[in-house]
T-cell receptor, first 112, second 114 residues
C-alpha cells in the first residue's frame, strides 16, 4: 500500500456543487493530518488540519477515520476559486514525526 | 513578514554544472526542509534541518547537499547537475517541537537541466 494515496481526478464540477475527496494512509501510528491546497505552478498552502473529531472551516469539512486509515475533505457550494489540486498530507512517526508525506493530489476544476 | 523566500525563481543548467538554490525564512522557525516536485507526483523530501548546524537526509538526497549556518538560511547545493534533477524545488519551514507542525512553503524554484 502506498504511504498516502489519493484519487488523482480530475474532478470537474459545476459551481455550487458539493464535492468530496478521499485519502488513505498506510502508517497507523501517524498522528497529524492535513489538507493542503496547491494552485497551478504555485507552492502548497495549508487549507486545514484534520482532527479526530472532524472539523469544519466555512464551506470545508474534514473527517478522519483512524480505524480505516482514511481522511476526507468535503467542499460545499463550490466556487470557481476552489479550482486547484488538493494534497492529502500525513506526518511521520517517532523521530520523524515532523516529516510530512504528501499524496500526489486530487485536481479539482469548478466549471461556470 | 516575508515568510519563506526562494531564489532564483527559474534556472536552466547544463549537464554537469553546479548551482545553489537559496532559501530564507523570517519567522524564526527552527525546522527547515527542501522538497522536489516532479510533474504529477507528490512532494519528495530531499533534506531537512532541525536547527542551525544540524541537517539530515530525507527520501531523495542523492546529488544534493545542504548547510544550515544560521536559523534563517537553508541553501541547497546541486553538484554535477543531471537531467533527472529537472524539477520544481520547494523550501519550507516550521516551528518544530512535535506534531501537529504546520509547514510553510516558499514560492519554489523551477529548474531545468539540459
Amino acid at each position: 500500500r502506498k504511504e498516502v494515496e489519493q484519487d488523482p481526478g480530475p474532478f470537474n464540477v459545476p459551481e455550487g456543487a458539493t464535492v468530496a475527496f478521499n485519502c488513505t494512509y498506510s502508517n497507523s501510528a501517524s498522528q497529524s493530518f492535513f489538507w493542503y491546497r496547491q494552485d497551478c505552478r504555485k507552492e502548497p498552502k495549508l487549507l486545514m488540519s484534520v482532527y479526530s473529531s472532524g472539523n469544519e472551516d466555512g464551506r470545508f469539512t474534514a473527517q478522519l477515520n483512524r480505524a480505516s486509515q482514511y481522511i476526507s475533505l468535503l467542499i460545499r457550494d463550490s466556487k470557481l476559486s476552489d479550482s486547484a489540486t488538493y494534497l492529502c498530507v500525513v506526518n511521520g512517526v517517532g523521530a520523524g514525526s515532523y516529516q510530512l508525506t504528501f499524496g500526489k493530489g486530487t485536481k479539482l476544476s469548478v466549471i461556470p | 513578514n516575508a515568510g519563506v523566500t526562494q531564489t532564483p525563481k527559474f534556472r536552466i543548467l547544463k549537464i554537469g554544472q553546479s548551482m545553489t538554490l537559496q532559501c530564507a525564512q523570517d519567522m524564526n522557525h527552527n525546522y527547515m526542509y527542501w522538497y522536489r516536485q516532479d510533474p504529477g507526483m507528490g512532494l519528495k523530501l530531499i533534506y531537512y534541518s532541525v536547527g542551525a548546524g544540524i541537517t539530515d537526509k530525507g527520501e531523495v538526497p542523492n546529488g544534493y547537499n545542504v548547510s544550515r549556518s544560521t536559523t534563517e538560511d537553508f541553501p541547497l547545493r546541486l553538484e554535477l547537475a543531471a537531467p533527472s534533477q529537472t524539477s520544481v524545488y520547494f523550501c519550507a519551514s516550521s516551528v518544530g517541537g512535535g506534531p501537529p507542525d504546520t509547514q510553510y512553503f516558499g514560492p519554489g524554484t523551477r529548474l531545468t537541466v539540459l
